[in-house]
């Protein structure tokens, strides 16, 4: 199985400042079509999982450009820049290039 | 707008069975493949199963592999997850999520809980 390891496990940050997550993978998340399935997610408090990025660096509909992801192979970001109180949560990167589909075990953040 | 509604959860005694559902609405069903992930308490996500647009391939992690069957009725556009012999492990909110080009969580439901416990 693919792992995800995301770091920090948690994040503190004050409204309007910037933050990174790192997630890496135990194996190249490159599809053999070419594309590489990593996607970011934002999951608020009592609500489910919202996609937020996909393919690396794609914004889903209706995300902010204040979210950015980049990377590629094992190695991948998401960085969020001015930051707002609707962004706190917890973020998890996933994986759906090959089965079992995998996630990092998340990244808290919290306001400073 | 894309909806998903999960249904069927509750209180199980383990060796049980319990049968998800989940209502999709805003979109043709049949076109998109979907997916069964859940959440144990206070835990991070963990993908169970994939079904195809079409319902010819299902795919299935290891814990649930012969217990659980993913299925989906495109007539109804309802996907289900069947569960049997149900284990304390199991015990989680468990999500339908639809696909997109690829994607393969793109939308999410709300979820259905279901304790698994004597």
Same mark, same amino acid.
């Given at each position: 199985?693919?792992?995800?390891? =995301? ?14 997550? &790192?997630?890496? &993978?135990? =194996?190249?998340?490159?599809? +053999?079509?070419? +594309? ?35 990377? &590629? ?40 | 707008? @894309? ?16 049968? #998800?559902?989940? !209502? !999709? ?12 992930? *859940? ?8 993908? @169970? ?11 299935? *992690?290891? $814990?649930?592999?012969?217990?659980? /069957? ?17 284990? $304390?492990?199991? /015990?989680? /909110? ?5 696909? #997109?080009?690829?994607?393969?969580? !793109? ?5 259905? #809980?279901? /304790? @698994? $416990?004597?």
């Amino acid at each position: 199985d693919v792992v995800m390891t =995301q770091t920090p496990v948690s994040l503190s940050v004050s409204l309007g400042g910037q933050v990174s997550i &790192s997630c890496r &993978s135990s =194996q190249s998340l490159v599809h +053999n079509n070419g +594309n590489t399935y990593l996607s970011w997610y934002l999951q608020k408090p009592g609500q489910s999982p919202q996609l937020l990025i996909y393919k690396v660096s794609n914004r889903f509909s209706g995300i902010s450009d204040r979210f950015s992801g980049s990377g &590629s192979g094992t190695d991948f970001t998401l960085k969020i820049s001015r930051v707002e109180p609707d962004d706190l949560g917890v973020y998890y990167c996933g994986q759906g290039t090959q089965y079992p589909y995998t996630f990092g075990a998340g990244t808290k953040l919290e306001l400073k | 707008e @894309v909806q998903l509604v999960e249904s069927g959860g509750g209180l199980v005694q383990p060796g049980r069975s319990m049968k #998800l559902s989940c !209502a !999709a609405s805003g979109f043709t069903f049949s076109n998109y493949g979907m997916a069964w992930v *859940r959440q144990a308490p206070t835990k991070g996500l963990e993908w @169970v199963a994939t079904i195809s647009y079409d319902g010819s391939s299902t795919y299935y *992690r290891d $814990s649930v592999k012969g217990r659980f /069957t993913i299925s989906r009725d495109n007539a109804k556009s309802t996907l289900y997850l069947q569960m049997n012999s149900l284990r $304390s492990e199991d /015990t989680a /909110t468990y999500y339908c999520t639809r696909a #997109l080009l690829g994607i393969p969580f !793109a939308y999410w439901g709300q979820g259905t #809980l279901v /304790t @698994v $416990s004597s």
